[in-house]
């Protein structure tokens, strides 16, 4: 049976996501910032930092990307993934570029949103912020600022769900024994 | 829902509920040609093959565009500089060609049937691009995305059909999707081009064209064959238009935001006049755009996934 642990709740989420967007307006120029949220629950995290980071007379670009047309694994799925469409209302070469997804894992969804990012124009610079990061990388790429690392084995998930989608905050630890490997 | 679909043959054998996930699909593809490289690379590494046994300039441009969006290889294959010229068979061609490593071929053929039976002999994915007077599925999932664009829905609007309702795949493709996704169809044309049976396909029939517009929501305006007139199917085409073209008067009984659809290629002053053809409710070159949406979203489908 699937085992699930609350490892984060409501308020606690709410603290990560501010002290998120503290540390983004202090380290990068928020005059030349635009936002991109990876689908889904990356969207709902970019739209709540560019809440918090635009004051009047402080507009900040915000896209949304879909990589799934970018992903690694086309040729060997079984069932193809649905494509939701990608949305970058602005242009993106000389920006400085703040990516933004629910959690760090493989690095393989970041992976194709660089490339992806590419094919819409150069951005000055791009950073990642995570809301989770955990082990199990497989590829060399690492947050810029992230809110919380959780460990979790090999095997295990971690579901973030958010009020926006699921209709709550909270992250979850999902153990499959079945699945497990 | 997940597609689990190899070929696309026909509008017919799908659900709506496969209808709609390629019309989600394709409306999440066209955002691809809008940008400045207009490319991913979701088809990396496949190869299709169109192979075209009838002329065809639109479909089979907009496919190899759609392909090579996607990042797909493509081939094309044209009866008159090929072996068929030889005698070889269709399906010898087909499997020297997937010899070759083809994972999909796109097929145009004057005889109906032509794509099923490539499907049943060949192990790459079949779509077809039109066969006879059989059906045009392509054609159909453009035309939907096109009125769900403009109308937002399919239930209860009213959609006339007019034109040459006897020979056109597109027609009988068109009348299966929408009266599929709960639209009311109306097929209109001159009695000698209004195959028996075709009330039993849930849409009504009519041979008035005044009847036909009345009230309408999208009126679609199949091609006029020109050569059917030596087949005798009406006395002329002056006739024709006098009865049954879509001009600026007639377009006035439909309603007043009605949309005006052609497959083309138009025979101007015939089926449709130059005023309804470019009225402001004329979305025909919207049409032909979202064709390389819609068909993007097929090759997708029926590319990706086992």
Known sequence: MEKKIEVIGEAEIGKLINQLSESVSRTLNLENLAILGIRRRGVELALRLQKRLEKPGRKIPLGILDITLYRDDLSSVDVQPLVRGTSIPFDLTGRDILLVDDVLYTGRTIRAALTQLVDFGRPRSVKLLTLIDRDHRELPIQPDFTGRFVEAAAGEFIEVRLREVDGEDKVLLITRPDRAS | MAWTRKHLLSIEELSAAEINLVL??????????????????????????????????????????????????????????????????????????????????????????????????????????????????????????????????????????????????????????????????????????????????????????????????????????LERQQENYFPSLREYSRYYQVNRETLSLARPDAIVMHPGPMNRGVEISTEAAEDRRSVILNQVENGIAARMAVLYLLLVGK
């Open chain 2, 24 to 225: 989600e699909t394709a409306a999440s593809f066209k955002e691809v040609s809008t940008r400045e490289i207009k490319k991913v690379p979701a088809l990396r590494g496949k190869t299709v093959a169109t192979l075209f046994f009838e002329p065809s300039t639109r479909t089979r441009t907009s496919f190899e565009l759609a392909a090579k969006r996607l990042s797909a290889d493509v081939v094309g294959f044209s009866p008159s500089t090929s072996s068929l010229v030889k005698g070889e068979t269709i399906i010898d061609t087909g499997e020297n060609l997937e010899a070759m490593k083809v994972d999909c071929f796109v097929v145009r053929h004057a005889s109906s049937g032509v794509p099923a039976l490539l499907a049943r002999k060949l192990k790459a994915s079949i779509i077809n691009a039109g066969d006879g007077n059989h059906e045009h599925p392509t054609q159909a999932l453009l035309d939907l995305l096109t009125i769900q664009e403009h109308k937002k829905r399919f239930r209860g609007l009213k959609v006339a059909i007019l034109g040459d309702l006897r020979h056109s795949r597109v027609a009988r493709s068109n009348i299966w999707a929408l009266t599929k996704l709960g639209a009311e169809v109306i097929l209109c044309g001159p009695p000698p081009l209004i195959p028996p049976g075709l009330e039993t396909t849930g849409a009504r029939v009519t041979v008035r064209r005044e009847t036909a517009l009345k009230d309408a929501d999208v009126i679609y305006i199949l091609r006029i064959q």
